[in-house]
C-alpha cells in the first residue's frame, strides 16, 4: 500500500509539472513585458524541467506498477541519453540564469541591456544545447563499446542510469569511468562553482549600495534563482555524498527519483510566486482576458 502511495504522489507531481511548465511557458509567450532575454533562459528551464520529467516518471511508474522489469539494450540507451540531456540543461540553464544576475546587480543598467541581449541570450542557450547534446551522446556512445556477458543484466536504478550501466560490464570500463568524473564535474561541479562566485560578486556589489531599500530590491530579484539552484544542486550533491556509505538500494532508488522529479515540480511554482515580474504579467494576461470577455457579448449584440 505504501508503494501504491508512492506511485500515486509520482502521478501528482508529474500533473503538477506538466501544468506548471506549461503555465510558465505560455505566460512568457503572451506575455510582451516577459520577452526579454532573462525570460528565454527561464524558458529553457521549464522545457528542460518537462521534458526530463516526462522522459522519467512515465517510464519509472510503468516499470513498477506493472511489474515491467525488463528494457531492450536500444531503448536503456534512449532513456539514458534524453534523461541525462535534459538534466544537463537544467543545470546549463541554471548557470545562464547566474550570468544574467551578476551582469544586472554588478553593472550600469545600460551596460546591462548592451551585454544580456535577447540575441546573446539565444546565442548562450543554443551552445548549451550542443554541448549537452556532445558530452551525452559521449556518454552514451562509449557504453557501445563495452561487452555485457549476461543476456540480461541488472541495473541498480530507477533508469537505465550511467553507472550502474557500466558497472555491471564484463569488459574493461575504465575509459565509462572517466567520462563519469568528466561529465559530474562539467555539468555539477563547475556550473556550481560558477554560480556561487556569481553570488560572491552580488554580495559585494550590493554591499556597496547605500540605500537599503535599493538592496533589498536587488536581492528580491535573485532569490528565486538561489531557491531553484538550492532545490537542483543539494539534492544531487547529496546523492554523492551518500555513495561513500551504504544504503538499501530500494532507498537509494527513491531519494534518486524524488531528486529528479520534485525541482522541476517546485520550479515554475516558486517563479510564479516569487517574481514580481511573472506575478504582474499574470494579472495583465487575467485583465486583458476579461476584458476580451466583456467585449464579446457587446460584438454579438451589435451584429
Not at 551582469?103 to 554541448?131: D, E, F, N, Q
Not at 556597496?208 to 532545490?231: D, F, N, P, W, Y
Request: aromatic share 14%; charged share 10%.
Amino acid at each position: 500500500m505504501n508503494f501504491l502511495n508512492y506511485y500515486i504522489f509520482l502521478c501528482f507531481v508529474y500533473a503538477v509539472t506538466i501544468l506548471g511548465n506549461y503555465f510558465i511557458m505560455g505566460t512568457i509567450y503572451l506575455a510582451r513585458a516577459l520577452h526579454t532575454a532573462k525570460y528565454i533562459a527561464v524558458f529553457n528551464l521549464a522545457v528542460s524541467d518537462l521534458c526530463g520529467s516526462t522522459a522519467l516518471i512515465p517510464r519509472y511508474v510503468d516499470m513498477f506498477l506493472f511489474d515491467k522489469q525488463y528494457i531492450s539494450y536500444g531503448d536503456c540507451l534512449s532513456s539514458m541519453f534524453f534523461a541525462f540531456t535534459f538534466m544537463t540543461m537544467q543545470s546549463f540553464t541554471l548557470l545562464a540564469l547566474a550570468f544574467d544576475r551578476v551582469i544586472a546587480i554588478c553593472s550600469r543598467p545600460t551596460t546591462y541591456h548592451a551585454i544580456v541581449t535577447k540575441s546573446t541570450m539565444m546565442l548562450i542557450i543554443g551552445v548549451m544545447w550542443v554541448l549537452s547534446v556532445f558530452l551525452v551522446t559521449l556518454l552514451v556512445a562509449l557504453i557501445t563499446r563495452l561487452t555485457f556477458c549476461a543476456s540480461i543484466a541488472t541495473v541498480d536504478s530507477y533508469f537505465c542510469d550511467h553507472g550502474p550501466v557500466f558497472r555491471s560490464a564484463c569488459s574493461d570500463n575504465s575509459i565509462n569511468r572517466v567520462m563519469a568524473y568528466v561529465y559530474a564535474n562539467a555539468v555539477i561541479f563547475i556550473p556550481l562553482i560558477f554560480i556561487v562566485l556569481s553570488y560572491g560578486c552580488i554580495g559585494f556589489a550590493l554591499l556597496r549600495i547605500s540605500q537599503g531599500g535599493e538592496r533589498m530590491k536587488a536581492m528580491k530579484t535573485c532569490t528565486s534563482h538561489i531557491i531553484l539552484v538550492a532545490l537542483f544542486y543539494v539534492p544531487i550533491l547529496s546523492i554523492y555524498f551518500l555513495a561513500t556509505t551504504y544504503i538499501h538500494p530500494n532507498t537509494r532508488i527513491i531519494n534518486s527519483v524524488l531528486t529528479q522529479t520534485v525541482p522541476p515540480m517546485l520550479n515554475p511554482i516558486i517563479y510564479t510566486l516569487k517574481t514580481e515580474e511573472v506575478l504582474q504579467a499574470i494579472k495583465a494576461l487575467y485583465k486583458r482576458m476579461k476584458a476580451n470577455n466583456m467585449e464579446q457579448p457587446v460584438k454579438n449584440m451589435k451584429s
